[in-house]
């Protein structure tokens, strides 16, 4: 593989951390995932050794996922298993005032320093005595006790990929009072409750330390026997690996987007993984990690004064060269003309004509979630094309088939050909 | 047995006449509804203005969402079930569902080289397509109101910021803004006429001709339907640069004057809406009512017009009425009032109206109604056609003879607007007509009105208040306004109903009616009335309560009269900045807004609840 290597700007934490599935990486379907579920709450309300037990058996009945499932052992000070942690692509937490001795405490710090995805439930927010400050730290927001039973819940946005097949979603169990400690795009809330004392989060995403992080503030032992919370549970497995979630339609907004012409694409896969697309520009500009976009600022109603839509995530991949494919003489800039796009299954193919020679650029999420890949097809007799990204930050491209050259790659493609060029933003760790 | 035969009577009175209700969406629906559209099978399709169209099955009524992520779609033309182009932003989109799912997959820009930058303004209405495949849409101008500089980098195709004559507040600093435009089914783009502004209504006479509704503002004396030839130059100057050959030194307010061409109706701001948007043929062979072949427009208040075009000296002209919303008497209207924002309208197969209504643009609410026909004929004016000494009127009821002989039951006052670059223009020239004759035919179904002066260049407005049908009832909408461009003898006024202002001439302070400077409160409270129901009626309503979301309820909050003369007659005179609230200080004279500031505090204001204030919680 040759690649491109450019200054990785902003990138931050995001690079430092990996999923061991990411290691697994090949063209076909990623290996299944590694799921620990950290048990550690006996309430009879909650009794999370049952309750987690029955969600490992559901989880891997319905989803490639395995699980083990590490429950404490006397008072909490230490569990059965807490080395599964390290072995996990990612966890669900649902524990409650623990006080884990140090050198269990230590494995669950590393864990949650390590950038793998977290599922937080319900008292996970109070889950160590001794680490206190996890909420804010992690969770993103300060807890503050019960709320009192919720009327109804609302899905701020609901085709979030993690909402995917649970907007059915029903309680009239106690809620949580929160105080949010980050503001979007660092955390997004996804669904509210309201009761008489207003309007809570219940559950939200946010990231630490690279993690994506899901808190489901629910938890209940009629929750368990709920498909709508069920499925929530599971599309938060795949979405903290950025993995595509089962059922999750691509999202597609044309809109108006900063550092882009105007009507650029904003669009959205199923894993969390968005990009913006530049149909006069021809090519895509930039990717951000995390939530898709607030268009409020696009939608101002009577203020008129519009705004570019809002990222609800990191940019983790830009480039800004005028025209990046050419063909014939990579010098010369040359005319683009949008066609329109197709929508697939958690991908968009672009149709655009490149001084009259069609091509379809099909963009979509590498199966691990650890980037992005896009295949360029040619309606054009044998040719030499040239992708040149112009000023690159944050992650690396790379072209398995492509000659470095001025600046870009080139390829060599026979008519009727292809090649294919991959943005990926997060690294295997050794 | 009296009491019986009353009710028998009334019954056969034939007076209600159209029922409007409320559609129901989809509660995942999201955005006002920008467009409306029936596929040739019947399947209702619609647009949002937060870019989703959906599809309702005509059997089953169930929704489903074909298409979402478009920008700002505003016009629809449904091919079928599988096919629909939008009208959205940056081109057409035929959106195609090639799987069979139900959900478009296949998205195909046509069209889109136009201007296009972030400016919130730049619309793109639309979408009719003709006989030949040809589509027709009309673009807006960039507004200056967002008072942001427009970004070269972030702009498609040429700029060019020098404004036109004199700066305006809407411009066409990009490529075919203000241009109504035609679209090749090839993608090869037309440009026809230029001068639109806001040209919220795109529509196609059955033999493929183009009107154009366009919305009042600089250089739009008025809002109305303009019939769009190629070459032409409809008005406002922003756009004429694009023109091909364009000189800036050539170019005049006169000369400009001399080729505009106006609307073939006036919409006389007030009577006739604020916000004028599609207009839609009755093409449903009756079963709409009487008024076959006329145009109905919905109004951004809560307003449908029905104009009757005719040809006179080979151009279209005509006359508009309310149709609903001025005088919904249960007695004309039953079920629902009409909600405002509704500028979308298409008849349904079943021969229904369907209107699209979307908040956002200035109160109103989003939503679907539509108006059904209960096969009775409303009292109204069916048509008003031009002859060569006056009028012809037709009615859709005999009418009862002795009322319709007298000349004195058709008041006829003409008027005309200013062309300049100031919003609106005050009706001047103003002038009552006396008619001289009157010719009853057709055993009281029509009549014919002889003039004592008849010119072209002038809005002629009919109040028929007077007449009664042989049964007795008054008309349901007893005025109306015929806009003579030209005369049947083929006499053509330059600029349409305007004219250029005389040097010096245009202070509001000369046009005062007398009324209007009286210091006794009765006259200049009634004078004030009669300027509300011009001016402020279509927004705030007869009942002072304004509409929802938008235009404030005089009724319902107190704080707005609460408000001091000085602050209030300032709101007036120069509107209310983010809100809908225009600026009025060019179309209504000082004397106008002290008069119908007493018809606000006499007609809403209220003295007890000042005293209730006071009091302590």
Known sequence: MRRVLLPLLGLGAVLAALPRAALAQTAGSPAPLRICLLSGNEEPIYRSN????????????????????????????????????ARADAAVIFVRRKTPDAETLAAIRKFFSSGRGVVALRTASHAWQNWPEFDVEVLGAKYGSHSGAADSLRFVDPDHPLLAGALDLLTHNDIYRYELRRQPPALQVLLEGDNAKGSHPVAWTTEHHGARIFYLGLGHNEEFAKPAFLRLIANGLFWVNRRAVPGAELRVERTYMADAAPSAFAIGFANGVSFCYDPVRGGLNYVWDGGFVNLAPVRPGMGKLIQPAGLLGAVVYRERGAAPLRHGDPARVPLVQFQGYRVGDNLIEFHYTLDGATVREEIRPRPNGDGLTRRFRFDAPAASWWYLPGPQEGAPLSAPAGQPEAGGFRFDVAAGGEFTLEIIFRKADA | MKKLVVFFALLDAALAAYRIETVPLPSSLRGGISAVAFTPQGTLVLATRYGEIWMQAPATKAWRRFARGLNEPLGLHAESESVVYAAHRPEILRAADTDGDGRADDFQALGG????????????????????????????????????????????????????????????ETRYRGWAVQIAPDGELVPLASGLRQPNGVGLSPDDELFVTDNQGDWKAACGLIHVERGDFLGHTSSVKWEPGYRAEDVTVESLWRRCKGPAVVFPYGPMGVSAGEPVWDLTGGRFGPFGGQVFVGDFTSLIMRVALEKVARAWQGAVFAFLGRNDLPAYVEGERLTPGGTRLAFAPDGSLYIGQTGGWGGGADGLQRVTWDGRAPPEVLAMTLTARGFALTFTHPMDPATLARPENYEFDRFRFYYHAIYGSPWIDEARVAVQEVKVEAEGRRVELALADLQPGFVYQLSVTALRTARGEPLANPTGYYTVNRLRSGEVAIGGTTRLPRPGEFTLETRDAPAERTETTEALVAAGEKVYRLYCVACHQASGRGLPGGAASFVDDKSRLAQSDEQLLQSIAKGIDGKGMPAFAASVSPGQRRAVLAYLRAAFGDKTNAKDADKPE
Request: a negative charge; one cysteine or more.
């Open chain 2, 113 to 172: 080289n136009w201007g296009l930058t972030h400016n919130y303004h730049e619309f793109f209405f639309g979408l009719r397509r003709d006989r030949r495949g040809n589509f027709y849409g009309a673009l807006s101008l960039e507004s200056t109101g967002d008072k942001a500089r427009i970004d070269p980098a972030q702009t498609r195709g040429p700029l060019d910021t020098n404004p036109v004559l004199t700066p305006s507040f809407h411009r066409s």
């Open chain 1, 50 to 85: 049952e309750n987690l037990a029955a969600l490992k058996t559901w989880l891997e009945a319905n989803h490639p996922f395995t699980c083990e499932l590490v429950r404490p052992v006397g008072d909490g000070a230490r569990f059965d298993d807490i080395d599964a942690l």
